[in-house]
């Protein structure tokens, strides 16, 4: 069916998030939106989901206008989205949460053995195979995406809305999803692919809509464009991404990690064993597909994780197993892996986010009275600096843009000046743009001196920013090699072979 946006407009306040878009989804046809963060891509779609309404403008699905006036009017109308966030109940199993909200949900309750049979088969059906009865939070979280969309198609989803479904994937993964959604386009579906890589745009889309401070900048066949092109119209001018990464001149060991071995949350070892050194100067880059121990390895450096043994220091300072506050004391920073569960507390403001470790309050405090004038002129610097898009320092970043909150968090992070920085995935989310400035900060903070351990599953991220790459390979490093190895060395490495 297809579907036609027009004239579509949206205020939240005084941003005019969705400024007259009109714009059609065909069936049989993979549809890319691309745009800065902010331009309106999330919102947009969501007016199509029916979360939000729009304040003009008309749907038309299927030759008719439409009201959508929720998720359950969209999906009665053939439309399903898979959010950047997941919906899924974690401690449920994947037939429990298929099953979950169908109408005929109390039948099932009676019969475990007959829904998990039936999920199963539909899941092989559509070559999206899973295992039914696996509690959510057990499975990678490629496989949680595929219950997602799983989902979407038990409703009778014929328009399928993906809003950046790749940035959590391993590249098999992503390869995985293509081939998913090339079967939907056989299979007469329309498909709406949103994405900030413009690689994953020029290989998978038909069609490609830029979008620009909520408007459309553009649309085109995806053969008729390329990259600096799409580059262009999402920000009005080229990025110039061939800088040279200065030479390497490292200073004395400030962080390093000793034969450290830690156990994940299903009491198995995650990471065994991992030796390493950073220097001041040196950003050493974790190169490795997600889940081989990097995101234990990251939360027992910053104090959020006990260690089993082995030994942790910084500078000449033991910090194995201290509280997050001391480590934090001792000048390491984190940008987490996961922005909603360590990165932000989402109901509070921007302002508060910023602010939000002991040694920032300490030093913003007179008397024990926080020094509200002083925080807030630190925050609107920080804001400027990050060049975080709010509509001011009291929003509360859940209304933020996915990558303007990634950058609340950088900005915390880099704010501090740390010594030591641990970075997963720091651009996760982030445009093109705003990648290449957050790869600039870092390497100035790796100029002044500090210490930065890049884990990264983009390994482009690795081999731009890294002095040295480590591979990371079942809890263990597998190898360390110098910068301008040939990638398909890291490669071997990270896929295991010797
Ligand atoms: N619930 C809300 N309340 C207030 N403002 C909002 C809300 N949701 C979105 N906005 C604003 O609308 C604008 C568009 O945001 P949107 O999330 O659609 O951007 P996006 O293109 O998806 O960006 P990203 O690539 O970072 O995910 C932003 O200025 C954002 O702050
Ligand atoms: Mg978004």
């Known amino acids: ?228 092109s799409l580059t262009r119209l999402m920000i009005g001018r080229e990025v110039d991404t061939d800088w040279v990464r200065p030479p390497f001149t490292p200073g004395s060991v400030c962080l390093s990690v000793n034969d450290l071995v830690v156990r994940n949350d299903r009491d198995r070892d995650a990471v065994r064993g991992v030796s390493l050194q950073v220097h001041r100067g040196e950003i050493l880059g974790i190169a490795g597909v997600d889940g081989n121990g990097q995101g234990e390895l990251a939360e027992t450096l910053t104090g959020l994780r006990r260690s089993v043994s082995g030994k942790i220091r910084i500078r000449d300072r033991d910090i194995t197993d201290a509280s997050i506050a001391e480590i934090a004391e001792q000048g390491i920073a984190h940008i987490p892996q996961d922005r909603q569960k360590t990165g932000l507390v989402s109901g509070f403001s921007v302002e508060e986010n910023l602010m939000l470790d002991a040694g920032m309050l300490r030093r913003r405090s007179r008397n024990g009275l926080l020094d509200l004038v002083a925080i807030r002129a630190e925050t609107e610097r920080l804001m400027e600096t990050y060049d975080i898009r709010a509509r001011d320092s009291r929003q509360a970043v859940s209304a933020l843009s996915g990558g303007n909150q990634q950058k609340v968090v950088l900005a915390r992070a880099l704010s501090r000046r740390p010594d030591v920085l641990i970075a997963f995935n720091p651009t996760r989310g982030v445009d093109v743009n705003a990648t290449d400035e957050i790869h600039r900060r870092l390497l100035e903070h790796r100029a002044a001196g500090a210490a930065i351990l890049l884990i990264s599953t983009e390994l482009e991220e690795i081999y731009r920013l890294s002095d040295r790459i480590a591979v990371m390979l079942d809890g263990r490093i597998v190898g360390i090699v110098e910068a301008g190895t040939p990638r398909q060395e890291v490669g071997r490495l990270m896929a295991g072979a010797v």
Request: charged share 20%.
């Open 1 to 228: 069916m297809r579907v036609v946006l027009r004239d579509i407009c949206k205020g939240f306040g005084p941003v005019q998030a969705i400024d007259g878009i009109s714009l059609a989804f065909e069936p049989g046809e993979i549809h890319a939106l691309l745009g800065e963060n902010g331009a309106g891509k999330t919102t947009l779609m969501n007016i199509l989901y029916g979360l939000y309404q729009p304040d003009s403008g008309t749907i038309e699905i299927g030759g008719a206008a439409r009201r959508i006036r929720s998720p359950g009017d969209a999906i009665a109308l053939g439309v399903g989205m898979i959010h950047q966030h997941f919906t899924l109940i974690p401690v449920m199993t994947v037939a429990e949460n298929l099953i979950l909200g169908e109408s005929r949900a109390d039948r099932w309750h009676l019969d475990r053995r007959h829904a998990s049979d039936e999920i199963a088969a539909f899941s092989q059906h559509h070559r999206l195979p899973v295992d039914p009865d696996v509690p959510v939070w057990q499975l990678p979280v490629g496989t949680q995406q595929r219950v997602e969309i799983l989902k979407a198609l038990r409703r009778g989803a014929q328009t399928l809305i993906l809003d950046e479904p790749t940035a959590v994937l391993t590249p098999q993964e992503v390869e995985e999803l293509f081939t998913v959604l090339r079967g939907f386009r056989e299979s007469g579906r329309a498909v709406v692919f949103i994405s900030h890589k413009l690689h994953e745009v020029m290989t998978i889309s038909d069609r490609v809509t830029v979008l620009r401070h909520g408007r459309v900048a553009g649309t085109t066949q995806t053969e008729c464009t390329d990259p600096a």
